[in-house]
């Protein structure tokens, strides 16, 4: 069982459409990073939410960060097939910088 | 940003060579950089944490001595797969923690694939 579990693991959407990611724990992190992963590359990081309520806005992608930092979600508006990728929350716990990754979505945008 | 150069980006061995790779902090120094394995269409999972000038922490169920960690400087960090078999084959991925602590950047990633 993943610490963070990230639903949907495959999302198929065409161009337009709006879309939710869920990243869920139940345990508490004391920040949580959204990153965007392309075949063959490294981990992009999008954003990183600290506080519990926290919402952070980066152009379409809207990030929210539960109040009890136990899960996050990402939102898409108006999903363009540029957007389409791999996209990774990862929590981090007190001690040690060290992340946790959630299983991923795999997000595809048809034109 | 915080460049992080590794390499080689990808590296096609025979069953039982060792194969090394190196993770560079090109514009800051590390002393914290992690090493993560990914396989197909799955998520990171950390192999381990490797420290400057000390030895790496293992994460439960990576054979430390299968892969052998070396964070001699505080731009470089190298993992070397020893005696690599097919199941060795995957996506490997290191990250350094930047100066504030606080944010990991990613290495671009290499792909091995063991014959």
């Known amino acids: 069982t993943q610490l963070l579990e990230q639903s949907p693991q495959f999302l198929s959407i065409q161009e337009g459409e709006n879309l939710t990611v869920y990243c869920n724990s139940s345990?508490?992190?004391?920040?949580l990073q959204w990153y965007r992963q392309e075949p063959g590359e490294g981990p992009v990081l999008l954003v990183t939410?600290?506080?519990?309520?926290e919402v952070k806005k980066l152009k379409r992608l809207t990030f929210q960060f539960g109040d009890a930092r136990k899960d996050s979600s990402l939102h898409i508006t108006a999903a363009q097939p540029g957007d389409t990728g791999l996209y990774l929350c990862a929590g981090e716990r007190d001690a040690g910088n060290m992340l946790t990754f959630g299983g991923g979505t795999r997000l595809m945008v048809k034109p | 940003g915080a460049v992080v150069s590794q390499h080689p980006s990808r590296v096609i061995c025979k069953s039982g060579t060792s194969v090394k790779i190196e993770c560079r902090s090109l514009d800051f120094q590390a002393t914290t950089m992690f090493w993560y394995r990914q396989f197909p269409k799955q998520s990171l999972m950390l192999m381990a944490t490797?420290?400057?000038?000390?030895?790496?922490?293992?994460e439960q169920g990576v054979e430390k001595d299968k892969f052998l960690i070396n964070h001699a400087s505080l731009t470089l960090s190298t993992l070397t797969v020893t005696s690599a078999h097919p199941e060795d084959s995957s996506f490997y991925i290191c990250?350094?923690?930047?100066?504030?602590?606080?944010?990991?950047?990613f290495g671009a990633g290499t792909r091995l694939s063991v014959l």
């Open positions: 345990s508490v992190f004391s920040s």
């Open positions: 990250s350094a923690l930047g100066t504030g602590g606080d944010i990991q950047y």
């Open positions: 939410v600290v506080t519990g309520g």
């Open positions: 490797s420290n400057e000038g000390s030895k790496a922490t293992y």
